[in-house]
């Protein structure tokens, strides 16, 4: 579990100062803390950070020398300045369940035979936090034409101790083959997708 260094806020800067000083501020809240915690990261550490890691890790952060295990909530951006923001972490108790948020990504689409689709880019869940997860990797070469892969298919859809908040018939993968793919069936997948993301489902 890696670890990122934090001080305790300066609340005597405003936090446009603090991000011209190289800092990115952010809160850590939890269960048996009275009041949250105003902590101040520096950006080259987060930049860093967050090549290998997404909103839904699992980590430790050490503020002025104390460790909090937590998990990172959320994370705002700036895409015109191309700047980290602000950071939310909520800090874990092994008996208490937190909601997360896994990536889903589709490695090797580029190696398929078929023509793949999917309607689910983002898991969400709630656990304990010796099972929390950021993201789930799925080989699409691994599966065959015709293949159908849900929700309810998935290995953490069936680990007792996770509570899976998105529908379980989302799709995950399907794999049509291209030679058979008529351009009314690309046209009825394609307005499935959107209907899908309109709902919030994708």
Do not use: W
């Not at 050490?62 to 939310?88: A, F, P, Q, R």
């Not at 993968?173 to 919030?200: S, T």
């Amino acid at each position: 579990m890696e670890t990122l260094k934090a001080n305790v806020r300066d609340m005597t800067k405003k936090a446009k100062r603090l991000r011209r000083e190289g800092f990115i501020t952010g809160s850590i809240c939890g269960r048996d803390m009275k009041e949250s915690l105003s902590i101040q990261i520096p950006e080259n550490d987060v930049l860093q950070f967050m090549k290998s890691h997404n909103v839904g890790c699992k980590m430790t952060l050490d503020v002025d020398g104390k460790s909090y295990v937590v998990m990172l909530k959320n994370v705002d951006y700036d895409s015109l300045t191309s700047h980290y923001i602000n950071m939310d972490f909520q800090q874990l108790e092994a008996d208490e369940k937190v909601k997360g948020t896994a990536e889903v990504i589709l490695e090797n689409e580029d190696r398929c035979a078929g023509f793949v689709t999917s309607n689910c880019t983002e898991l969400e869940y709630e656990a304990y936090p010796k099972d929390i997860f950021d993201r789930i990797v799925i080989d699409v070469t691994k599966y065959p034409i015709n293949t159908e892969l849900k929700v309810r298919d998935l290995d953490v859809a069936k680990n007792k101790d996770i509570t899976i908040l998105t529908p379980l018939d989302t799709s995950v993968l399907h794999i049509a083959e291209h030679r058979h793919m008529k351009a009314e069936e690309l046209a009825e997948i394609a307005a499935e997708e959107a209907e899908a993301a309109a709902n919030g489902t994708k």
